[in-house]
Nanobody
């Protein structure tokens, strides 16, 4: 069993930056591929980025490429999402997710473990 807790969300102006964190307990990160998803009000949960359990492979949604960076510190059991050049359309509840596979996935149902989410609001 893996427990995930996100933090770092907040209100930021367009063009600004935020760094989200996701801390895991119960298992070590080294055996899990991780991902960030987000969900805006009235919309489906949307894939943002994933990372393999080795940290060597990442995949980004086209909408965030070049602006967001995922990283992982296994020794701290912590996943990060550095977000820059934020836009109002980046607003949403951001979730981290984990699955016991080598590679990540862009499909929410492929992840059995989820955090409670952290709110990101980007004002124009």
């Amino acid at each position: 069993q893996v427990q995930l807790v996100e933090s770092g969300g907040g209100l930021v102006q367009a063009g600004g930056s935020l760094r989200l964190s996701c801390t895991a307990s119960g298992r070590t990160f080294g055996n899990y591929a991780m991902a960030w998803f987000r969900q805006a009000p009235g919309k489906k949960r949307e894939f943002v980025v994933s990372i393999s359990w080795s940290g060597s492979s990442t995949a980004y949604a086209d909408s965030v490429k070049g602006r967001f960076t995922i990283s992982i510190v296994n020794a701290k059991n912590t996943l990060y999402l550095q977000m820059s050049s934020l836009k109002p359309e980046d607003t949403g509840l951001y979730y981290c997710a984990a699955r016991n596979y080598m590679s990540g996935s862009s499909v929410p149902s492929d992840y059995p473990y989820w955090g409670q989410g952290t709110q990101v609001t980007v004002s124009s």
